[in-house]
């Protein structure tokens, strides 16, 4: 939990040139298209039921960028690239902890994948759509 919170502070604090980088990393690969192969993975169905820390450390939720909210695609864009850089560092050091657990070294990579893969393909998802949008609309 505590690295969690560090890893959330810190993507927090990033300014919009270290996002650009990121979001050059995440960028939608094509085989990604439009979105639909996440829709098929029923994402559009269970994407409400994870819960948006973007409010934390300054933030601002991704629920508050949409048709009543404020903001634009650009920084609800620039806060998927937050979001997901947050879950693949999450993915990575969360994995630490196996280090001490002897023959259960399994539960950490496990805890690591179950707690941020469904996040990560929301917000895969999220960015093919706004990439599509984008080309659709000036």
């Not at 192969?37 to 994870?50: A, F, I, N, T």
């Not at 994995?95 to 893969?117: C, D, E, K, Q, S």
Request: with cysteine; charged share 20%.
């Amino acid at each position: 939990m505590g690295l969690s919170v560090v890893v959330g502070w810190v993507a927090s604090r990033l300014r919009p040139r270290g996002l650009a980088l990121v979001g050059t990393f995440l960028a939608t690969r094509s085989f990604e298209g439009d979105g639909h192969g996440y829709e098929r993975l029923g994402v559009r169905r269970w994407k409400r039921l994870l819960p948006d820390a973007g409010g934390a450390f300054g933030g601002r939720r991704k629920r508050l960028f949409g048709p009543r909210g404020t903001g634009g695609r650009e920084a609800l864009a620039r806060e998927v690239d937050r979001a997901e850089a947050v879950h693949w560092c999450l993915l990575v050091v969360q994995w630490a902890p196996a280090l001490w657990l002897g023959p259960l070294w399994w539960l950490g990579p496990a805890y690591a994948i179950g707690a941020n893969v469904p996040f990560i393909l929301v917000l895969r998802y999220v960015r093919a759509r706004l990439t599509a949008l984008g080309r659709r609309r000036p």
